[in-house]
């Protein structure tokens, strides 16, 4: 009897044990540290957003790795500092260049995840390169539902071009049609709510195949235009400000398709067999009325305003719920946190630079999951480095062209420069970032705006 039992026991482990976990990344679009519930948000209600918080872990200190959409997404997708690839900056959008993207070099994550049976896809904003090498269906993802670019308008009857070969002035891949796979789909819908039905579908989908899988659901709410339908825009009544209201309704649209992936995988039964994630590419914009509450800064910028990113996880029965995890944690992690979940192999020519969280969630490791973090904008020849509580910034905008150091454990505003006081430290930190620097590439494709190539058709 006992050994009936003990052998009934073993099986249920190994079966737990061997249960490979669905991810859902849901990724924002140039959304405020200070935009969601869970961080202290007042003015717009959140509370779909938080649930992810609220059952899981809510992380302080949770960063990216660039302050722009396109590097930063690089670095999410591969798990690895997009500057050790060269992906310095957002590339252009011409479909005739086949090296402007994430090389093909590179694996996704969606590629890793095929290794273990996973079926992924990605639905929303790509900003991975617009050559068809680069097609999220030749880079390990099974289904697609988007746009190539980077930026996109949210009105459907604004979607007038079927390709980006149509494309006749700048701006004009914000126009195009929605994408499915390679088949261009007629919407009639508020984009936000498009992006939300197609990954309520999707989930859907694989638990009636019994599919393990991975969704990426990247929104490009609440970067602008800012765009809102009267549905959500009467939510806010109270908020006077046309931008701030506008903004307010694009986030509540986020929120109300959150809702709804969350309800799809309560639905499913998938809830304990789900990781969801949430957070933002990078910091609030100028131009969107966002806000990054206490930080400095904004998108663009390598002061904590552009970096540090609303950020939560959730992993029902398996890490903490209502946790606030005060050390520094990386975009970069994701990867390498579900790689952990199926012991997948890892390049060695190509080591992630990310490392599993859930060790440090539940308890199993202490101290921090990373002894540093680096930033580069190769461009700018701008830097930052955060060590412990000590980071050092040069951001090269706004005059501030000198390195500067702060203690973010008592200035997390980044308003009081000690590196006169710390010269020693100073010069550690910067030689280590150096050491860091000396291991990247230089940008390897033409950025965003730096050619005309929509206005060359028809020439030779």
């Known amino acids: 009897m006992k050994k009936s039992l003990y052998v009934i026991l073993l099986i249920s482990y190994l079966g737990i044990a ?15 540290w200070a935009d969601v519930g869970f961080n202290g948000c007042k003015d717009i209600p959140t509370p779909n957003i938080d649930i992810i918080a609220n059952e899981g872990v809510r992380f302080d200190e949770g960063y990216v790795s660039f302050p722009v959409c396109g590097p ?45 049976e996973y079926n992924s896809a990605i ?13 999220p269906l030749e880079r390990g993802f099974d289904y697609f539902y988007g746009f190539l670019s980077g930026g996109h308008n949210y009105y459907h009857d604004q979607l007038i071009y079927n390709d980006l070969s149509d494309v006749t002035s700048k701006w004009g891949w914000y126009k195009t049609k929605i994408k499915e796979n390679h088949s261009v789909v007629e919407t009639d819908d508020y984009l936000t709510d498009e992006l939300s039905d197609a990954a309520v579908s999707y989930i859907n989908k694989q638990a009636r195949n019994d599919q393990h899988f991975m969704l990426y659901l990247a929104y490009n709410a609440p970067h602008t235009p800012l765009q809102a339908t009267e549905k959500y825009l009467a939510r806010f009544p109270n908020i006077k400000d046309k931008k701030r209201k506008t903004y307010a309704a694009m986030v509540s649209a986020v929120d109300d398709g959150v809702g709804r992936v969350l309800n799809a995988l309560k639905e499913q039964g ?19 009325a966002s806000d990054n509450g206490p930080l400095r800064g904004l998108k663009g910028d390598l002061f904590e305003g552009g970096v540090r990113v609303p950020f939560a996880m959730r992993w029902k029965g398996n890490i ?19 790689v952990a979940r199926n012991n997948i192999k890892i390049n060695k020519e190509r080591p992630l630079d990310g490392v599993d969280l859930v060790p440090f969630l539940t308890g199993n490791k202490k101290g921090n999951p990373h002894d540093v973090l680096f930033w580069r904008k190769w461009e700018q020849n701008a830097m930052a480095i955060r060590k ?15 390195l500067e150091l702060f203690d973010l454990s008592l200035d997390v505003s980044e308003s009081n420069n000690s590196k006169v006081k710390v010269k020693q430290t100073s010069k550690e930190l910067q030689k280590e970032w150096e050491q860091w620097n000396s291991e990247l590439k230089d940008r390897v494709f033409p950025t965003l705006g730096s050619d005309n190539w929509w206005s060359k058709k028809g020439k030779k």
């Open 18 to 32: 061997q249960k490979k976990p669905n991810l859902i990344i849901i990724m924002t679009d140039d959304m405020g």
């Open 388 to 402: 412990g509580n000590l980071k050092l910034v040069k951001n090269i905008k706004d005059n501030h062209k000198d």
């Open 123 to 135: 639905v929303g904003k790509w900003h991975m390169g617009t050559n068809a090498v680069f097609h």
């Open 320 to 338: 903490p719920e209502g946790k606030t995890y005060k050390n520094a944690v990386s975009s970069l992690d994701i990867m390498a946190t579900i």
């Open 72 to 116: 930063s997404r690089a670095g999410l997708l591969t798990g690895r500092y997009q500057d050790r690839f060269g992906f310095t900056t957002n590339p252009s959008i011409d479909p005739n260049n086949p090296i402007a993207g994430l090389p093909v070099e590179e694996e996704t994550i969606a590629q890793v995840l095929r290794k273990a």
């Open 270 to 288: 998938l809830d304990e067999e789900t990781i969801i994630v949430f957070l933002s590419d990078n910091g609030g914009a100028h131009n969107n």
